[in-house]
Structures are given as C-alpha cells and as structure tokens.
C-alpha cells in the first residue's frame, strides 16, 4: 500500500481567535500539529448582506493526519466546536492521493472513483492576484455556489509566507477556497474560468481535488 493511502489532510475554517484551540485538541487526539493561515469567509445570503454581515475573518486550519485517526478527530472536533450547527466553522477531509499535479492555467476535474467513500464534495482551489478574488466568488456564485473563503498570501506571522500544499503563496496572491457538490464543479470551474482569462499565462490556477468527508457546510437561504 502506497503510504498516502493512510494519509488525510483536515482543512478546518473557524472564526479568528479559534485555530490554536483546534489545533491543541486535535494533538490530544494524535495529530502531530497543523499550519493557520488567515482568511476571510463570505456567503451568498441576501439577509446577512442586507445586515453587511456576509463576510467575516477566518482562520484555516490544515492538518496531516494518519486515516485511522481522521474519523475520532473529525467527531471530536465537531462536538467540541459545534461544527454541525450554522455558522460555527467548516471541517473537510482530503485524502493526501488526491491532491492533484498543479499546472499553470490549467484545471483537472477529478472523476469518481471506486474506493473507500463516495465522492459528493469537491474542494476547488482558485489563486489568482491579490484583488481579484471577489471577481472569482462572483462568478461562482452565478455557476451556483454558496460562497467560499479568501486566504490571504500570509501566513499566521506577519512575516510569513502562506503555504499551501508546500507551495508558497506569495503576498500578492490569493486562494479562493470553494466546496462544491460534485455535479456542480464543472459548471462553477467554467465560469471562474472564462471570468478570470485562467487559459492566458499568470491570470490564475485552478484545480480541484475529492473531499472524503465534510461537516459545516452552509446550504443557502
């Protein structure tokens, strides 16, 4: 068995002030530690628009964690912080096989596989220049998505340079982090995809990976 076949990579999104607690419960669970980047997360929601309160300050969590443990801390994590009730955080598993190859301007639309979940969720990753990542959620939105969350290219420090997956994120770029039901990922990808030029050299990257398990997620008005 290919070592990342027991490997998961936990995204938690919680309000600021929060990631340090998930992260310390989680290592009482068995996780080694995680990475926090900071972000911003926004809904389609005409009454919280209407209240300006449709986007907020976010922390991202990513955590490693080995598949025997990712079902306990998935639980845990839920309980602890109310992850299953509206507007207390999002919690995703990626299996660390899926993480696809990146390639510049291009996107791979990942097909369901025979294996040990069903693939219904989809994580879609956007980076793109500082600036454009409302245009990007704009144009999810009209392809039906609910919203999503802006990481910034910084990482928790001041002076750090945001990771993601290993990669640096430069100051001036940002990720645009969208869960999708699977029927809709084409459909979301198109749109950002004709509304940001991804196709022309240094407009952006998208790519897609399966999502084994989720909690959290918001459903719409």
């Given amino acids: 068995m290919d070592l990342l076949d027991n490997f998961y990579l936990l995204f938690v999104i919680v309000d600021c002030g929060k990631a340090t607690k998930v992260i310390q419960l989680a290592k009482k669970l068995g996780a080694t530690g995680g990475t926090i980047l900071l972000g911003k997360g926004t809904v389609r929601s005409h009454v919280l628009s209407l209240l300006g309160l449709n986007e907020s300050r976010k922390e991202i969590v990513l955590m490693g964690v080995k598949g025997d443990l990712d079902q306990h801390i998935h639980k845990e994590l839920e309980k602890q912080f109310h992850l299953n009730k509206p507007n207390h955080g999002i919690l995703f598993s990626i299996p660390l096989k899926q993480i696809l190859e990146i390639n510049s301007g291009k996107?791979?639309?990942?097909?369901?596989?025979?294996?040990?979940?069903?693939?219904?969720?989809?994580?879609?990753?956007?980076?793109?220049?500082k600036g454009m990542s409302e245009e990007v959620i704009q144009a999810a939105n009209k392809a039906g998505s609910t919203g999503g969350t802006i990481i910034h290219g910084r990482g928790s420090g001041t002076e750090e340079t945001a990771k993601l997956f290993n990669i640096d994120i430069e100051p001036e770029?940002?990720?645009?982090?969208?869960?999708?039901?699977?029927?809709?990922?084409?459909?979301?990808?198109?749109?950002?995809?004709?509304?940001?030029?991804?196709?022309?050299?240094?407009?952006?990257?998208?790519?897609?990976?399966?999502?084994?398990?989720?909690?959290?997620?918001?459903?719409?008005?």
């Fill in 107 to 129: 996107h791979n639309l990942k097909k369901s596989k025979e294996g040990d979940f069903v693939v219904k969720y989809e994580a879609i990753l956007t980076i793109v220049n």
């Fill in 173 to 221: 770029k940002d990720i645009v982090l969208i869960l999708s039901r699977v029927e809709n990922t084409e459909a979301i990808v198109s749109s950002i995809e004709s509304s940001i030029d991804a196709n022309k050299r240094g407009k952006g990257i998208i790519f897609v990976m399966d999502v084994s398990r989720t909690t959290g997620l918001y459903k719409g008005d």
